[in-house]
């Protein structure tokens, strides 16, 4: 078999053995359960809906196995040594600064959205069963929460980010770029990471279930946010032959991505247009950025 055959079959065993298992848990664990234990434990439901990430990982061993691949080049060790710190250092930092600035962008076109009071965050912290909500107690709330997803929600995020990144960062990407290359795979690789996202976005995941077009219109709107979001995290995987970067932008973006909202009075929020990142203005710098990226990565294999 020539090496175009082989990479078109781990692509496809890799996609079915990923695709299989996420929509099998998806449909037969999630769908009928989420919402039951959802009611009686929040958390229990967050965690049953982050298990899915981990598939994406269990898709690369399997595939490595079957198709006898083995692991020798796996994609987890960076192969530019100390020139990789740079990539490490924006994955960490990088989705927090471009979701301010895509805020800032949001509450300066509407500026009437934009809740200095937290009434929002006031909200939360009384269902969560805090008596006394007052503005010092607030600010402590907001900078604590701003801290935390700064500092630690890259670590604290990155076991399960890593279970996606492996398998669309570290397997998929590099295998579409040599069929198709860079541009194609970019796009495509970001098609499929939405698509792998539809059960749950299905059930309301990032964008709510009253929308217009539900769920075609969500579904659509998650694959333009993975390409973004895929271009970017493909951009420093490629610069350091490693996932890892990737796997701190992931968990960065998934510590802070809500952060914006708390500046809102939590009413009238359209997903599809921001504060949060997953809007198109909310998300405008990180289609800057990615439209950038795009460009180098296009120079640089001419």
């Not at 981990?54 to 061993?61: Q, Y």
């Not at 960062?169 to 970019?186: C, D, V």
């Not at 690789?189 to 219109?217: C, D, E, K, Q, R």
């Not at 890892?244 to 932008?249: G, I, R």
Request: net charge positive.
């Amino acid at each position: 078999m020539d090496d175009k055959k082989l990479v078109t079959k781990r692509i496809l065993i890799y996609l079915g053995i990923t695709f299989g298992i996420t929509y099998l848990m998806d449909f037969l664990v999630i769908w009928p359960f989420l919402p039951r234990i959802s009611a009686v434990m929040p958390a229990a439901g967050t965690f049953l809906i982050g298990s899915t990430m981990f598939f994406p990982a269990i898709g690369v061993l399997l595939t490595r196995l079957f198709t006898k691949e083995g692991f020798r080049d796996s994609w987890i060790v960076p192969k530019t040594g100390r020139r990789s710190i740079p990539y490490f250092l924006f994955g960490w930092f990088g989705p927090v600064i471009l979701s301010v600035i895509g805020a800032a962008v949001f509450f300066l076109i509407f500026p009437d959205r934009f809740d200095g009071s937290m009434s929002y965050l006031a909200a939360l912290l009384a269902a969560s069963g805090q008596t006394d909500v007052t503005p010092q107690l607030l600010q402590i709330a907001m900078a604590s929460q701003i801290l935390s997803a700064l500092l630690l929600g890259p670590l604290l995020n990155c076991f399960t980010c890593f279970g996606e990144e492996w398998g669309w960062r570290g397997y998929l990407l590099p295998k579409m770029k040599e069929k198709f290359g860079i541009l194609p795979a970019l796009l495509i690789s970001g098609i499929i990471w939405g698509v792998w996202h539809a059960p749950i976005t299905m059930l309301g995941h990032n964008y709510g279930t009253g929308y217009t077009g539900f769920p075609v219109t969500g579904i659509l709107a998650m694959c333009c946010f993975c390409i973004v979001m895929g271009i970017i995290f493909s951009y420093i995987t490629l610069k350091t032959g490693s996932c890892l970067p990737a796997v701190l932008a992931h968990g960065s973006l998934n510590g802070f991505a809500a952060a914006p909202v708390l500046f809102t009075d939590g009413t009238n929020i359209n997903p599809f247009i921001g504060p949060a990142p997953t809007g198109i203005i909310g998300g405008s710098a990180f289609l800057v950025c990615a439209v950038i990226m795009t460009v180098l990565l296009l120079k640089k294999s001419k």
